[in-house]
């Protein structure tokens, strides 16, 4: 089979733009933002305690009610009263890992450590290794973009099949 080589915007899906819609705009409420915050300052895995306890403005149940609705809409992984996984952070090793500031996360795919940049507003270092070869790579990337290090990289983006594991538990 030949490699076809598409841009984002010719295998953008009307469907698809429109669940991604919903998930940059649950980013943007407080519960996702501090979740992510603890996630980038500290690690993971984050508390439902402690998460709480960072939003004085919110009951606990309010707190509770917006984790739940952030898994069931595939932006978290909630394991008990842990938040194990919210994207693009991983709590568990993965083949993508972003550091910056001295600080080192497992980051959940490609498209995520290159946007982790961007996200943070500051230069990060991506660490992965070829898809293909297996060789490690290593490169530098800013809020606009990879740097010349990462001239000739490929992402490799595959679509999801049905009936498969949420997108973030079948790393």
């Not at 080589?5 to 940059?24: D, H, M, Q, S, Y």
């Not at 407080?30 to 690690?43: C, H, K, N, Q, S």
């Amino acid at each position: 089979m030949p490699l076809l080589i598409k841009t984002a915007a010719e295998i953008a899906e009307p469907e698809g733009e429109a669940r991604w819609a919903v998930r940059r705009a649950a980013r943007e409420a407080p519960v996702l933002r501090a979740v992510l915050r603890r996630f980038a300052d500290a690690g993971g895995p984050v508390s439902a305690a402690d998460l709480g306890a960072a939003l004085p403005a919110m009951a606990p149940d309010e707190v509770t009610r917006a984790l739940a609705a952030l898994d069931a809409d595939d932006l978290v992984v909630l394991r008990g009263e842990a938040i194990e996984l919210a994207y693009p952070f991983s709590t568990a090793p993965t083949g993508f890992v972003v550091r910056w500031g001295g600080v080192e996360r497992f980051i959940c795919c490609a498209i995520d450590a290159l946007g982790m940049a961007p996200m943070l507003g500051e230069p990060v270092e991506v660490l992965a290794s070829c898809h293909r070869s297996g060789a490690p790579l290593r490169f530098a990337v800013t809020p606009d973009g990879p740097t010349p290090a990462a001239a000739g990289l490929m992402v490799w983006v595959t679509p999801a099949g049905g009936g498969e594991d949420r997108a973030c538990t079948g790393l």
